[in-house]
């Protein structure tokens, strides 16, 4: 079963997430493996509002810079109900896709998971 990184995100990231599909994540932070992982898609976890994870995306490509892991996305898939289930909302942390419901129909593809 695929896995999400769910990463916290600011207020000020939204146009770079919503409009541009992507997401960097800091070396300080860490860096994701996933492959290790699986992790084939991304949820922002906004901590301004609206608050939690709204929106799952496929990554596409996954791209080293020098402080940063640069992250482009693909197909989002809306939530129902915002997700607000993270453990700490300072560093990325992998999620099992069921738990945002949702299963993979095919690599790209989700499908609401009840």
Same mark, same amino acid.
Not at 84 to 107: I, K
């Given at each position: 079963?695929?896995?999400?990184?769910?990463?916290?995100?600011?207020?000020?990231?939204?146009?770079?997430?919503?409009?541009? /599909?992507?997401?960097?994540?800091?070396?300080?932070?860490?860096?994701?493996?996933?492959?290790?992982?699986?992790?084939?898609? *991304?949820?922002? !976890? %906004?901590?301004?509002?609206?608050?939690?994870?709204?929106?799952?995306?496929?990554? =596409?490509?996954?791209?080293?810079?020098?402080?940063?892991?640069?992250?482009? *996305? #693909? /197909?989002? !898939?809306? =939530?129902?109900?915002? %997700?607000?289930?993270? #453990?700490?909302? @300072? @560093?990325?942390?992998?999620?099992? =896709? /069921?738990? =945002? #419901? !949702?299963?993979?129909? %095919?690599? #790209?593809? *989700?499908?609401? !998971? /009840?």
């Amino acid at each position: 079963m695929p896995n999400v990184i769910v990463v916290p995100e600011t207020e000020e990231f939204n146009i770079h997430v919503s409009h541009e /599909n992507i997401v960097w994540i800091t070396k300080n932070l860490g860096t994701p493996h996933l492959e290790e992982h699986d992790a084939r898609y *991304l949820a922002p !976890f %906004w901590i301004s509002e609206p608050y939690g994870v709204t929106r799952i995306y496929h990554i =596409l490509d996954v791209r080293d810079a020098d402080n940063t892991t640069e992250l482009t *996305l #693909g /197909n989002s !898939f809306v =939530l129902p109900q915002p %997700w607000t289930d993270l #453990g700490q909302r @300072r @560093r990325f942390e992998y999620v099992d =896709l /069921n738990r =945002l #419901g !949702f299963v993979e129909a %095919w690599p #790209g593809m *989700l499908v609401p !998971f /009840n």
